[in-house]
């Protein structure tokens, strides 16, 4: 059984950081391709950030390009998701997402395994 958990939500300034953890179990980190969702209130859930299992390849979204950087340390069997100056808009629930895909995915679908969310919120 694959267990997927997040960590590292709260309470950030707009122009300011916050970084969120990923670890997924099960298997060895490496064995995962990793996608980052987010879902605000009343919105449909919407891609953020995917990183192969080798970490050599990284997608984002075009609303968090330049601001948002992904990483992964599979010796930690942790990947990370750098928020950078944020913006009240990116107050949401963020979602860490795993599945064994040879390439990351943008589309939730494509993931099997799925942690509880944690929740991002950005004062102005």
């Known amino acids: 059984q694959v267990q997927v958990v997040e960590s590292g939500g709260g309470l950030g300034q707009a122009g300011g950081s916050l970084r969120l953890s990923c670890a997924a179990s099960?298997?060895?980190?490496?064995?995962?391709?990793i996608g980052w969702f987010r879902q605000a209130p009343g919105k449909e859930r919407e891609f953020v950030a995917a990183?192969?299992?080798?970490?050599?390849?990284?997608y984002y979204a075009d609303s968090v390009k330049g601001r948002f950087i992904v990483s992964r340390d599979n010796a930690k069997n942790t990947v990370y998701l750098q928020m950078n100056s944020l913006k009240p808009e990116d107050t949401a629930v963020y979602y860490c997402?795993?599945?064994?895909?040879?390439?990351?995915?943008?589309?939730?679908?494509?993931?099997?395994?799925w942690g509880q969310g944690t929740q991002v919120t950005v004062s102005s």
């Open positions: 997402a795993a599945d064994s895909l040879l390439i990351p995915a943008t589309i939730p679908e494509r993931y099997a395994y």
């Open positions: 099960g298997r060895t980190s490496s064995s995962y391709a």
């Open positions: 990183i192969s299992r080798s970490g050599g390849t990284i």
